[in-house]
Nanobody
Framework: QVQLEESGGGLVEAGGSLRVSCAAS????????MAWFRQAPGKEREFVAA????????FYANAAKGRFTISRDTAKNTVYLQIDSLKPEDTAVYYC??????????????????WGQGTRVTVSS
């Protein structure tokens, strides 16, 4: 049974940094892409970043370039999202997702088979 468990969310002041984690278990993810999405109150879930488990190639939403860094630790089966220079508009529930790797990294939620329960990030101004 595949499980994705996020952690690391919390309340942070604007300008600060935060790293959220996603511990993955239940299968081998070598042929998967791991992604982070977020959902702000009243908005649709949106793609933030993704990383190929094998090789570590990364891909970011345009809005995430520069302040967000996705990485993975294959030994710990964990994916991370580092967020720097946090802004109040980064307030959202951050979700980890896993989907089968394809030629192009996909950014739609339907491309991902497994999801975590989310971790809430609140940025105060």
């Amino acid at each position: 049974q595949v499980q994705l468990e996020e952690s690391g969310g919390g309340l942070v002041e604007a300008g600060g940094s935060l790293r959220v984690s996603c511990a993955a278990s239940g299968r081998t993810f070598s042929s998967y892409v791991m992604a982070w999405f977020r959902q702000a109150p009243g908005k649709e879930r949106e793609f933030v970043a993704a990383i190929r488990w094998s090789g570590g190639t990364t891909f970011y939403a345009n809005a995430a370039k520069g302040r967000f860094t996705i990485s993975r630790d294959t030994a710990k089966n964990t994916v991370y999202l580092q967020i720097d220079s946090l802004k109040p508009e980064d307030t959202a529930v951050y979700y980890c997702a896993a989907g089968r790797s394809t030629v192009f990294i996909r950014i739609n939620t339907g491309a991902y088979d497994y999801w975590g329960q989310g971790t809430r990030v609140t940025v105060s101004s």
